[in-house]
């Protein structure tokens, strides 16, 4: 009897010092579901859709750079906002981004898996943001899918997978209903939707090539993804002039010089960076395969793509953007047309310009852009090879990413489809743009959700 009593108050003792070390605050179902977090995943699934969409831009009809860059900023929005929840580190851009007020969130307390609902999410916005494909690469998009579903089903429950594709699937929908109200949805089924006479005149644009139409005059009105990228504007530079001694003339002059006088390294470099659409991956493309490239490089995770990628794809979208609004707000013509009517009647220029305005340069801003954050990300003196034109043209190595951006500057000016001032300003505009994405808070705060002692709890989805 005596050992039996001493048993039942051992028993109650450790009873109440564990009801007493418990902390009641904390849900017992959250402890009980663990998901691992996003970083124990590998970028392959993200990169492998970003090969995917190279291919889709190359072969879907319709695709511009202006075009192309809209889709991988919306698939990248899509990746981060899947992978996001999965990190104590990153949060949700919604509340950040113009128009993007809230995203699907996963259920407190339950198991996910983060590469699951990376891939539900990149294939629900990939099949309607490349609708009118062709069905060869449509099949390519359910085969990836199935892959990755496939791969991922290894020690996951049946309640956690469907849990998981749900949530991708969610956040795709999510994606792609605030894509659907930006002012460029479905712009591939018909990138030349006005005439030219709204935009003739003395010092327009006219046509130099087999297009007559302005490409995506619309484009100016696009919503951005930053505000402050919305605000950019610009005058021209040097007040138009066809008199011979106008700062106009000289720029035109230089254009004339340069390309008379072009050599061969400076035509290798004019051919590399000629994107154009449906050959092409596009300028936006092009970048994006140097993303890839990195990505798989370095061996980023899963985390760490998605926030590179979407660093990235935002920024060439808000270039896009903003340089289509100066296009038509100085409107003036190609270099070509002046040289034509000023200097040289008989000159063309290396390479046909994209139909549109040439103050300022889409591609010079959208690589501009795109090297800030990558300077950034990986430092000024990161040495790297763009072997993105593979079979065309030999690649090219750079010792850092101003490097890299001043050449795609430069090459416009080779190609003679652009003016000094244009790639000037450019410039200037890529850099504000990077600075202004640069600036998004990514990182959510620390916050402590057990101060009861000295350690610090952090709730993990």
């Known amino acids: 009897m005596k050992f039996a009593a001493f048993y039942i108050l051992i028993t109650f003792g450790f009873l109440f010092i564990s009801c007493k070390d418990k902390d009641p605050s904390v849900d017992p179902e959250v402890e009980e579901e663990t998901s691992k977090p996003a970083s124990a995943y590998s970028s392959a699934v993200v990169r492998e859709y970003a090969d995917l969409q190279l291919k889709m831009i190359n072969n879907t009809p319709g695709y511009s750079s202006p075009v192309a860059a809209r889709s ?22 919604a509340g950040q981004l113009q128009g993007l007020d809230e995203v699907p969130q996963p259920e407190a307390g339950k198991e996910y898996h983060w590469g699951m609902v990376v891939n539900a999410s990149q294939y629900y916005l990939m099949k309607n943001l490349y609708s009118t494909s062709f069905d060869v690469l449509k099949a390519q998009m359910d085969t990836l899918r199935k892959k990755y579903e496939v791969q991922f089903d290894v020690g996951i429950g049946v309640d956690a997978k469907e849990r998981s594709i749900r949530l991708g699937n969610d956040i795709g929908m999510a994606i792609w209903e605030y894509a659907k109200k930006d002012g460029g949805h479905e712009a591939w089924n018909n990138n030349f939707p006005q005439s030219n006479s709204a935009f003739s005149g003395p010092s327009k644009w006219q046509p130099t090539g087999a297009e007559k139409k302005p490409l995506l005059p619309q484009w100016k009105d696009v919503r951005s993804f930053l505000a402050k990228n919305s605000s950019i504007t610009s005058t021209l530079e040097k007040p138009f002039s066809f008199n011979a001694d106008s700062e106009f003339f000289a720029e035109a002059q230089q ?84 040289i034509n009517e000023s200097i040289d009647p008989s000159w063309q220029s290396h390479l046909a310009a994209n139909p549109s305005p040439a103050y300022t340069s889409a591609q010079a801003t959208l690589v501009t852009a795109v090297a800030e954050i990558l300077n950034s990300e990986f430092g000024e003196n990161y040495v790297f090879e763009d072997n993105t034109k593979a079979g065309t043209a030999p690649k090219r190595a750079f010792k850092g990413f101003g490097v890299y951006a001043k050449e795609a500057r430069q090459a416009q000016l080779y190609a003679g489809i652009t003016y000094p001032m244009s790639v000037n300003k450019s410039e200037e505009q890529g850099k504000e743009i990077a600075t202004n994405v640069l600036e998004l808070k990514f990182e959510a705060p620390v916050t402590i959700t057990d101060t009861s002692s000295n350690s610090m709890r952090i709730r993990r989805f």
């Open 255 to 338: 254009v004339y010089g340069t390309a008379k006088n072009i050599n061969e390294a400076q035509k290798s470099i004019m051919q590399f960076w000629y994107d154009p659409v449906n050959t092409s991956y596009t300028s936006a493309g092009h970048q994006l395969a140097v993303i890839n490239s990195f990505v798989n490089k370095e061996n980023y995770t899963l985390d760490q793509a998605a926030v590179l990628y979407l660093k990235i794809g935002i920024a060439m979208h808000d270039a896009t953007v903003t340089s289509f609004k100066q296009k038509y707000a100085t409107n003036i013509m190609r270099p070509q047309t002046y």
């Open 72 to 93: 991988i900023a919306y698939l990248s929005l899509a990746a981060y906002e899947a992978m996001a929840p999965g990190m104590d580190k990153y949060q949700s851009l």
